[in-house]
């Protein structure tokens, strides 16, 4: 009789093993035909406790406002660079072309700017370019959609100009880098750091007044003559439009 029950009792255990093996293989068969999709939801309620709360919220929304404000600023301030050269276009009456920068070289030693304004919208050889905070050179050459603008900062630059608080002529010189050479031939010529400098009355190739520049340093008077170093207002390295003056002078 003990037999019996011990025999029945091992055959009992035996057969709950078996449905716990069949129950496994379900399970497994089940993650494998949804893909793993229960342990996802699974995650999704355990880590519901750890998802981010209120301070996690306040970050978030604080970063988003900030990159939201970075993006205004940098639009207003293409606005006050756009309506500056619109007020550039403005304050003349010289009919004028405005024309992007395509390409630039204001760190080599030709210094120049390529325009996509070319012979084809009335651009000639000699035009004055200027953008914002002034005059920035001349038209060197032109194709049907390009121009080419020779940089005051170029070595073959050369114009005249005007100081005006000693009311004296000059010329402006390129010297290869970005601060021209003004040169003065008077020794007596009371030239001080802070003077402004523009386009000369008396030029043939410029109209009169544009602005150019600022004298930066005074060099020493050699053989009657004074020179100094001019910054200038008109950025060509950040400039990405100009507007190129058409009339003849």
Known sequence: MLDVRGISTSRWWHKKKTWMLIGVFLFLVFVRISKGSFYKDFYYFISKPFWPGQFQKEVIVKSTE???????????????????????????????????????????????????????????????????????????????????????????SKVGVWVDRIQINGLLVGAGYDYPNLILYSKDADIKVGDYVSSSPASTLLPPNIPIGIVLSVGETFQAKKTAKILLLAKPQAIDWVQILKEKF
């Open 66 to 156: 900030q990159e939201s404000l970075i993006k205004l600023n940098l639009l207003e301030k293409d606005n006050i660079r756009l309506r500056e050269i619109l007020n550039l276009q403005q304050s003349s009456d010289i009919e004028t072309v405005s024309a992007a920068v395509i390409s630039r070289k204001t760190g080599s030693w030709w210094r120049q700017l390529i325009l996509n304004k070319g012979s084809i919208d009335g651009v000639e050889v000699g035009s004055p370019v200027i953008g914002p905070g002034g005059l920035l050179g001349r038209v060197e050459n032109t194709s049907l959609f390009t121009s080419s603008v020779k940089l005051l900062t170029s070595p073959e």
